[in-house]
């Protein structure tokens, strides 16, 4: 596995938006050193993010984000997220869940989230996800 | 070729039968229609009654009626009728001498004491007053009325002179039978013409599409002499078995045309002076029907017409001067088959429940299982690469190990004391949710397998409710809450020893805390009260406690299902399912609501110790 950090070109911006806050916690220190990294710890707040992104030119490169958040669920804010041009360019989604009723797919047409990640995962399996989001070879 | 004959003798047979086939389920229909809407009506004026009981017994155990406070108790009196004016026209408070004190009609009367209409050799007063429990009334004219009434009353028991409470009144509510029946008439399904009759366990009338029929009795000359003569010790065998409590359904034949007469009992709740509720035969229910596919086949409309009249009259018992000749009964044999198919129908939806349940702990498990372990392996992970290179060892990642230490330094380099205090923090805070699931799990296999034991011992409520609190506030002191949130204890007794499983009365407590806090938001208050059922005075058989918060409240969309399994807005919904089947295991009850004013009151009972100890334990509030 190749470190994130010495392939991209500069360092990426990464949202994690979970209502655990722990996992939220945890996760930043485990890619802080490769990402600048933007915490949301419920769906409210993602989606405040979301609305200041344009004034505040932030755009986060990949999105990591629980389908679960507590206080809504993905789909609400992907639908917002594909409002807006320079995200839905921009932005590469991630969905983790540890429930057994999230639409994770393999087909685009049949499932919103191409592919997610069923929690529990090692960070070693983050990564790799997260590069391959990206489209980088990480073998 | 023996194939062949078979088939064709099975044809054959087939081909011969499906008239009657046709026939028979049209029938078929018409009884579980009858059956269904004959129970759906009973449940439905069992739940009337009962609220209106249950109205009762609110109004007895008010401190205005208890201590005989009659100008304070009108608006309680003036309350319960505004809310069911529907169906009650009025509530009355009766003094010890049986003379009315209070009539509210939705605004109360007040009557001067020995001034007021003398009840003292009616039943609603007599029966309650000699039983100390709630009675029922069957068909009861008021005075100088035509009109009749069903009269529900429990005694009232006085918290003034005696510490024991004595008897020191009734309260009652009256019901008019035609309003009852209308009602009842306009719950039937529309699509299923029928008419509705009701007796008493006696055989008085108490409802019947003819006005002049109420109050009469169908074993009564008056009644008899309408029977025709040739059917009259059937129709009375049949009238004798519907009265016994059990439910049941007649075909009636008359002519060549039938009609179907389903009967179901309505059992009412009795109140008694020591709380129990005792179910009590209030009255049966009768639906009638006509067969109307089977009466074009006979081609005796007029005389099918004629049937379904005489079913509705004759447990009216009503003259009309029907001239009736014969009516005789032709039990069926679907009976028996209605009977396996409806224990197919149980059993079958008992195993879609079951399958529901599994997919359900399924969902709820996987999720609830996943979500902690996820913290705990991010966490480890990033502690076992900080300790390897602390110590120098080679990483090993995911089994495998690397030959670059350097490849991993980015991800641990840059850690501060502090944060890693707070992972180890976060293993354990997660591990601990882990272990509460894990014995959520099992005990409610327990409970499901009722194998849940009680080990019951006399101790102090309160300090028990202090301990979980003490320990609760050291919790959100070490929680990443950002705001403090009040947990305030106000009990009204001193001590207020219960007789009880201290550890699952704790954990009922902490369950119910737990969840107010769950739903108040940062700076939010939770109140925690404790009582007897006798507020304040000697003799309660219950301590009541209640959990009060000014959080979110309960969404309106689960609150009927609120202490159902799985039932849940967020986490395992495994709590309050729990909590109930504590608080029925000691014979309490547990109730919830929100408050108008905002937030979620969770009380339940538990079962007082027989004497209460005379240590007089200075309370330990935190």
């Known amino acids: ?139 | 070729m023996i194939v062949a004959v078979i088939l064709i003798l099975a044809s054959y047979e087939y081909t011969a039968q499906v008239s009657a086939n046709v026939a028979n389920l049209s029938i078929g229909e018409i009884h579980s229609n009858a059956r269904i809407e004959a129970s759906d009506l009973a449940h439905i004026l069992q739940a009337k009654l009962e609220s209106v009981s249950q109205t009762l017994n609110l109004i007895a155990s008010s401190s205005s009626v208890t201590t005989g406070n009659v100008t304070g108790a009108a608006p309680i009196f003036d309350a319960a009728q505004n809310s069911s004016s529907s169906l009650t026209t009025a509530y009355y408070w009766i003094g010890a001498d049986g003379r009315i004190l209070l009539l509210s009609t939705g605004t109360s009367q007040i009557f001067p004491s020995g001034t007021g209409f003398d009840l003292s050799n009616k039943s609603t007063f007599t029966y309650p007053k000699a039983n100390l429990t709630t009675y029922f009334s069957g068909a009861t004219p008021l005075a100088n009325s035509s009109t009749y009434y069903i009269f529900i009353s429990r005694p009232v028991f006085s918290r003034i002179n005696s510490s024991e409470g004595t008897f020191s009144g009734v309260v009652a509510a009256s019901i008019p039978l035609k309003t009852m029946g209308e009602f009842l008439l306009s719950e039937l399904s529309p699509s299923f013409k029928a008419s509705v009759g009701m007796l008493d366990f006696k055989g008085g009338i108490l409802y019947s599409s003819n006005d002049s029929a109420i109050g009469q009795n169908v074993f009564k000359p008056q009644f008899q002499s309408e029977i025709p003569t040739g059917f009259r010790s059937a129709f009375d065998a049949f009238l004798n078995e519907s009265l016994k409590g059990n439910s049941g359904l007649e075909d009636l034949s008359y002519n060549g045309a039938s009609g179907t007469l389903a009967y179901q009992p309505i059992f009412v709740n009795a109140t008694t002076d020591t709380g129990a509720r005792v179910p009590e035969q209030f009255g049966v229910l009768y639906v009638s029907s006509v067969d109307t596919l089977a009466s074009s086949a006979t081609s005796v409309i007029s005389q099918q017409q004629l049937v379904s009249i005489i079913l509705i009259l004759v447990i009216a018992g009503v003259s009309g001067g029907l001239a009736v000749t014969t009516l005789r009964w032709n039990k069926r044999l679907d009976d028996l088959v209605n009977e396996k198919t409806s224990e197919l129908v149980r059993a079958n939806s008992e195993l879609e429940a079951k399958g529901r349940a599994e997919k359900d702990l399924m969902n709820v498990t996987a999720h609830e299982l996943r979500t902690p372990t996820q913290s705990i392996l991010t966490n480890s992970e990033i502690l076992q690469r900080v300790i390897r290179r602390t110590l120098g060892i080679t990483p090993r990642i995911s089994g495998s190990v690397s030959n670059n230490p350097s490849e991993y330094d980015s991800l641990t380099m840059d850690i501060t004391p502090e944060e890693i205090v707070d992972l180890v923090d976060s293993s354990v805070r997660n591990a601990s949710r882990l272990q509460n699931l894990t014995n959520n799990i099992l005990e409610v296999a327990r409970i499901d397998n009722k194998t849940i034991a009680l080990s019951k011992e006399i101790f102090d409520l309160n300090e028990a409710i202090s301990e979980v609190i003490h320990d609760a506030r050291i919790e959100l002191a070490s929680s990443n809450e950002p705001d403090a949130k009040t947990i305030l204890f106000e009990p009204k007794q001193p001590t207020l020893f219960v007789d009880a499983d201290r550890t699952k009365v704790s954990q009922i407590i902490l369950n119910l805390l737990s969840n107010a806090l769950k739903y108040t938001k940062s700076g939010g208050k939770i109140e925690i009260k404790t009582d007897s059922d006798a507020s304040g005075g000697v003799g309660g058989k219950f301590a009541v406690v209640s959990v009060i918060d000014n959080g979110t409240g309960i969404d309106p969309d689960i609150l009927s299902r609120l202490f159902t399994k799985f039932v849940t807005k967020s986490g395992t919904g495994l709590g309050l399912y729990i909590t109930k089947s504590y608080v029925e295991a000691h014979g309490g009850v547990i109730q919830a609501s929100n408050d108008p004013a905002g937030g979620a009151i969770f009380t339940f009972t538990i079962p007082l110790a027989p004497v209460q100890t005379g240590k007089n334990k200075s309370l330990v509030v935190q």
């Open chain 1, 1 to 139: 596995m190749q470190d994130i950090r010495k392939i991209l070109p500069e360092k990426k911006t990464i949202l994690i938006c979970d209502d655990q806050r722990d996992f939220v916690n945890s996760c930043t220190l485990a890619l802080r050193a490769d990402f600048n990294v933007i915490k949301a710890y419920s769906g409210k707040e993602f989606m405040k993010l979301i609305s200041e992104s344009n004034t505040k030119g932030m755009t986060p490169d990949v999105v990591l984000m629980d389908y679960h958040l507590g206080d809504m669920q993905a789909e609400e804010v992907l639908a917002k997220i594909k409002s807006l041009e320079l995200w839905k360019a921009k932005t590469k989604i991630l969905i983790i869940s540890g429930a057994e009723d999230v639409p994770f797919s393999n087909n685009a047409e049949q499932s919103p989230f191409v592919s997610g990640l069923r929690k529990p995962f090692t960070l070693e399996k983050l990564r790799k996800e997260i590069a391959a989001k990206m489209s980088l070879n990480t073998d």
